[in-house]
């Protein structure tokens, strides 16, 4: 799938380059963009878990179409919550807004979560993504999906790498989107101080994922980002715009009540139907399979696979489907079949296996690039039940890089029922403290690897005792109150 879209992963927001233009354009959306839009829409929500069903989203509808009004776009703009944890947002040309759920569990207002849709329609109405310039970030796999032909596997593996890394704004371009989006929020009658409090939960998500070590942290912020952060003068120059509104802080509401009554029950985490990214780790609890990456590995999960990107560029899926007859055998020749096409290609080796108990082929191909030959590595499984499941990874060439595809293939296994039972979906609860409540004692009822860290994220600047009567954010299993 060739993307157009405006990714603008949540960490993204924190970087700079340069180029872009000033100014306040007027609102217009061109029929091409529209169509562009209305075409893609069906393809990028698959590519990111699919729209959340939860009321949350009818009510980011309402907010987005009060911001889309202020912009001068009313009825014009469809505003949709994906189903992932990622913190991220992005804009596709024709006014196509995307918030995932785990952006909407960070953010602590209606106004903030305003501010977010606000940036996004100043980049739809800036036209952002005809003026910025792609970078491939995919090295090795960039070259091999420009150079092989007749593989539409391959290629798409290598552009769903532009979902997280790829398209990057300009400093000027994420200055103008911000200021636009200042516009927007008091248009729409929210306090405009909510966009530098929203790029404060950017600067609370980064510090999350620095704390914990989560896969996040690995997946969503590139080196460049990290080595030229702006954050603190992002939250600046947003509180220097609202300024210049005329308006004081608070003049404006924020509507935080409406939005705790809302976020209360959003699924948070991993979605069982899709399995759990547990940092390196993935688990199913109902297909009941698991694997383990190796260091230097992240995971990115969605209905149709598992992502996987590794250290030098390395790039593969996770997936599976029905056993055919045939067996084993039959699933990896069929898969092999499916993602070489009509590229120029090798297979070096068909080796028959067992992996964990279970049987299993491993396949060699060498890939004839412009540049070299690139391995390819496929591992097949037969998972029990008439269920198949496979590894198709990409690599560099080195001793190296097999030795890690080696230990990842070799990880693979079931789940026991235990194991499987112990995977529970989580979920946001808004509670109301009481007297004597604190953070410590609240930070008990979340249930999470680093609680006091996903409290901080959740609540902002909530620390000791708290107010009685102030509306806070835990996380815990679904089902349990």
């Not at 340069?18 to 562009?36: M, N, Q, V």
């Not at 991220?88 to 977010?116: D, K, M, Q, W």
């Not at 371009?173 to 008091?186: C, K, R, S, T």
């Not at 003068?233 to 809302?262: F, H, K, S, V």
């Amino acid at each position: 799938m060739k993307l157009r879209a405006f990714a603008c992963a949540v960490p993204l927001w924190l970087a700079a380059c340069s180029g872009g233009p000033g100014g306040d354009p007027a609102a217009s959306i061109s029929d091409e963009d529209r169509d562009y839009g209305a075409q893609q829409h069906p393809q990028l929500l698959a590519e990111f878990g699919g729209a959340y069903p939860g009321s949350q989203a009818d009510y980011l509808k309402a907010v987005g179409e009060r911001v889309a009004t202020a912009a001068g776009l009313e009825g014009q703009c469809t505003f949709t919550m994906v189903n992932s944890d990622v913190v991220n947002a992005f804009a596709v040309p024709g006014c196509y807004i995307y918030v995932t759920r785990g952006l909407f569990a960070v953010v602590t207002s209606e106004a903030e979560l305003a501010s977010v849709l606000g940036h996004e329609v100043g980049h739809v109405v800036a036209q952002h993504s005809q003026r910025q310039e792609r970078r491939s970030v995919w090295r090795t796999l960039g070259v091999i999906a420009v150079s092989l032909t007749g593989s539409e596997r391959l290629t798409q593996l290598a552009s769903q790498a532009a979902q997280y890394f790829g398209l990057r704004y300009s400093r000027s371009q994420e200055y103008q989107a911000d200021d636009l989006g200042v516009g927007y929020l008091e248009k729409a009658g929210y306090d405009p101080y909510a966009a530098a409090e929203m790029l404060g939960d950017l600067q609370r998500q980064e510090a999350f994922m620095q704390a914990t070590g989560g896969r996040d942290a690995a997946r969503s912020i590139p080196e460049w980002a990290l080595s030229h952060p702006l954050t603190q003068n992002r939250i600046q120059r947003a509180r220097e715009r609202a300024e210049a509104t005329g308006l004081q802080d608070d003049a404006l509401p924020e509507n935080a009540a409406a939005y705790y009554g809302r976020v209360d029950g959003l699924l948070y985490g991993d979605d069982p139907q899709q399995g759990f990214v547990l940092g390196r780790r993935f688990a199913h609890p109902i297909m009941r399979i698991a694997f383990e990456a190796p260091p230097g590995f992240t995971l990115t999960n969605s209905p149709q696979a598992v992502g996987l990107n590794g250290p030098d560029g390395v790039r593969g899926e996770f997936g599976g489907g029905p056993m055919p007859a045939g067996g084993v055998t039959r699933y990896a020749e069929a898969l092999v079949a499916q993602v070489v096409g009509e590229a120029p290609a090798q297979v070096l080796s068909t080796q028959a296996a067992r992996v964990n108990g279970l049987p299993a082929v491993l396949v060699q191909v060498a890939l004839q690039a412009r540049q070299g030959t690139v391995p390819l590595a496929i591992a097949a499984y037969d998972g029990g039940g008439g269920q198949a499941y496979h590894f198709i990874m990409l690599s560099p060439p080195s001793d190296a890089h097999a030795a890690a595809l080696s230990a990842l293939f070799g990880s693979f296994r079931r789940l026991s029922e235990q194991e499987a039972a112990s995977l529970r979906p989580r979920v946001i609860r808004t509670v109301q403290t009481r007297a004597g409540d604190t953070v410590e004692t609240l930070t008990r009822q979340t249930v999470d690897r680093n609680p006091r860290a996903l409290f901080a994220l959740l609540n902002g600047d909530a620390k000791g005792a708290l107010a009685p009567g102030r509306v806070v954010k835990i996380v815990t299993y679904a089902g349990a109150r």
